[in-house]
């Protein structure tokens, strides 16, 4: 049953391939204030949105994340207690034992370079940086098997500085949302930077990836309960009816979506 539509409600949509930027018509002012306008609405969806890692200190989100690669932050986060009881300090990493540290986040994939590198890094912190996670982007790159993704989650959730996070969901939804026409993640995270607001970057990126992860799918996007659907040229690539897009909404926020989309 459908009731009242929310200002942001996908019922307030147009119609498959109409919005201007899907015909190339839209302005660069426009898309700024339409980048803007998907970033509140996805904090009015997402209040909660957050780095889904678990995390107490900045090593153990540097280590959590560089674990992250190819796998879940679920299937990350059930290694890390045993493994930040183990290894606490970078000095742990830099003198643990390979075979050990592979057993510990196997399930994580590619584990054994993954521990080689866990250890590596920990060398680094102890010898360049006093055994501390630096706060400098261009230091934290300097980290083996740390790249720009991993720096900025560090900086943007350990201490605070903001950070736009260009993961493969994050790619994927600024192109279906089509707010840049870039592909390299450097030229992606610097075009997102010229639309939102420094202050906001951390946040946008977390609920970025918390819709793409509960609505908009990457095989099947929940369109007819979207509440951005408005202000996504890509409106229509998935079901457009609200009552069968509905039965693709997931997550703990699924019913606050559904009600602020008027179903
Ligand atoms: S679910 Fe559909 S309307 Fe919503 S952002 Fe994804 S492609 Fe756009």
């Not at 643990?96 to 890094?121: D, P």
């Not at 982007?137 to 980290?143: A, F, G, H, Q, R």
């Not at 996070?165 to 010229?194: C, N, S």
């Amino acid at each position: 049953m459908l009731g009242m539509a929310a200002s942001t409600s996908p019922l307030k949509h147009r119609r498959p391939g109409a919005h201007p930027a899907a015909k190339g018509k839209e302005t660069p002012i426009g898309r700024k204030r339409r980048a803007r306008r998907i970033n509140r609405t996805l904090a009015a969806a997402y209040p909660d949105a957050h780095a889904e890692l678990d995390f107490t200190n900045p090593l153990e989100l540097l280590v959590a994340t560089a674990l992250s690669a190819q796998t879940t932050d679920v299937r990350v986060n059930m290694v890390t207690p045993a493994l930040f009881a183990k290894y606490p300090t970078a000095a742990d990493y830099a003198e643990a034992n390979q075979a050990e540290v592979e057993e510990i986040i196997r399930s994580t994939g590619f584990y054994r370079s993954k521990a080689a590198n866990l250890i590596a890094m920990g060398q680094k912190l102890v010898t360049d940086f006093g055994g501390e996670v630096p706060e400098k982007l261009e230091d934290l790159i300097t980290l083996p098997g740390v790249g720009r993704k991993t720096a900025h989650v560090v900086r943007g959730n350990a201490f605070g500085y903001p950070g736009l996070t260009v993961d493969t969901h994050f790619q994927r939804l600024v192109k279906r949302m089509m707010l840049t026409e870039e592909t390299d993640p450097v030229k992606i995270e610097h075009a997102i930077a010229e639309l939102i607001e420094r202050r906001e970057w951390t946040m946008f990126s977390h609920r970025i990836i918390f819709h793409g992860r509960r609505v908009c799918n990457a095989r099947k996007p929940a369109c007819g309960a979207c509440p951005i659907a408005f202000d996504c040229p890509s409106f229509g690539v998935g079901p457009t009816d609200p009552e069968e897009a509905a039965e693709l909404v997931s997550g703990p926020e699924r019913d606050h979506i559904l009600r602020m989309v008027g179903l």
